[in-house]
Antibody
Framework: EVQLVESGGGFVQPGRSLRLSCAASGFIFDNYAMHWVRQVPGKGLEWVSGISWNSARIIYADSVKGRFTISRDNAENSLYLQMNSLRAEDTALYYC??????????????WGQGTLVTVSS | EIVLTQSPATLSLSPGERATLSCRASQSISKYLVWYQQKPGQAPRLLIDDASNRAIGVPARFSGSGSGTDFTLTISSLEPEDFAVYYCQQRSNWPPLTFGGGTKVEMK
C-alpha cells in the first residue's frame, strides 16, 4: 500500500523559512516523479512543484519560483520542499503526491494527508 | 496559463439521481483532463484521467467524457458516499499545472 507522510509544517513569520518532508513507502520511490500540491483550507487546489525520478526535471509554479526548492533523496525514499521568504499567501495545507510515471505526467494517483503551513506575524 | 472553469459551483441532488459536472478549458487541452474527488478532511482521490479513463478501484457509476475544451464528469446514480467536492485538472500545458475551482455535490 502506497503511503505518503508529510511533516515539517507549522507556524512561521513572514520572511522566514520552513522545510517540508514527505516519507514515502509501499512503492519503488525512484520509479516515480513526485509533486507538492497545496490547498488553502476551504479553497481549491494549487500545484506548487514537481520533480522527476532522477531530479533531472524540476518545475515550479510562478508563485513560488525563486523562493521554494523541491528535492528528493531516493536512498531515503523522501521528498522535500525548502520554502524560503515565506508570505502570508503561502498559508495552506501542503500535500505530497505521487505521479504516474518517472517523468512528470501530472496524474496524481496517491496523496498524503498534508502538513499545514501557517505564515503570519 | 490554461484556466479551467467548473460548473455549477454547487449541485444539490438526492441519492439515486444522476450528477453531471462540467469543466471548460480556456483553450484546447485535447484529452488531457483529470478528475479528483475530495471529501471533507481528506486528501483528493484520483477518479478519471485523460478525460475518460477510470482509475483503479473507481466504481463504474463514474464516467468522464469530452475533448478539446469541454469535459463532463457523470455520476450515473449517486450513492451517499459520492457527496463531495470534485475538481478537474489539466495536464496539457505546463507549467503551470492548473485545477478548476471545484464543484460541490451536496445532498438535497
Amino acid at each position: 500500500e502506497v503511503q505518503l507522510v508529510e511533516s515539517g509544517g507549522g507556524f512561521v513569520q513572514p520572511g522566514r523559512s520552513l522545510r517540508l518532508s514527505c516519507a514515502a513507502s509501499g512503492f519503488i520511490f525512484d520509479n516515480y516523479a513526485m509533486h507538492w500540491v497545496r490547498q488553502v483550507p476551504g479553497k481549491g487546489l494549487e500545484w506548487v512543484s514537481g520533480i522527476s525520478w532522477n531530479s533531472a526535471r524540476i518545475i515550479y509554479a510562478d508563485s513560488v519560483k525563486g523562493r521554494f526548492t523541491i528535492s528528493r533523496d531516493n536512498a531515503e525514499n523522501s521528498l522535500y520542499l525548502q520554502m524560503n521568504s515565506l508570505r502570508a499567501e503561502d498559508t495552506a495545507l501542503y500535500y505530497c503526491t505521487k505521479d504516474r510515471a518517472w517523468d512528470p505526467q501530472f496524474i496524481f494517483g496517491s496523496w498524503g494527508q498534508g502538513t499545514l503551513v501557517t505564515v503570519s506575524s | 496559463e490554461i484556466v479551467l472553469t467548473q460548473s455549477p459551483a454547487t449541485l444539490s441532488l438526492s441519492p439515486g439521481e444522476r450528477a453531471t459536472l462540467s469543466c471548460r478549458a480556456s483553450q484546447s487541452i485535447s484529452k488531457y483532463l483529470v478528475w479528483y474527488q475530495q471529501k471533507p478532511g481528506q486528501a483528493p482521490r484520483l477518479l478519471i484521467d485523460d478525460a475518460s479513463n477510470r482509475a483503479i478501484g473507481v466504481p463504474a457509476r463514474f464516467s468522464g467524457s469530452g475533448s478539446g475544451t469541454d469535459f463532463t464528469l457523470t455520476i450515473s446514480s449517486l450513492e451517499p458516499e459520492d457527496f463531495a467536492v470534485y475538481y478537474c485538472q489539466q495536464r496539457s500545458n505546463w507549467p503551470p499545472l492548473t485545477f478548476g475551482g471545484g464543484t460541490k455535490v451536496e445532498m438535497k
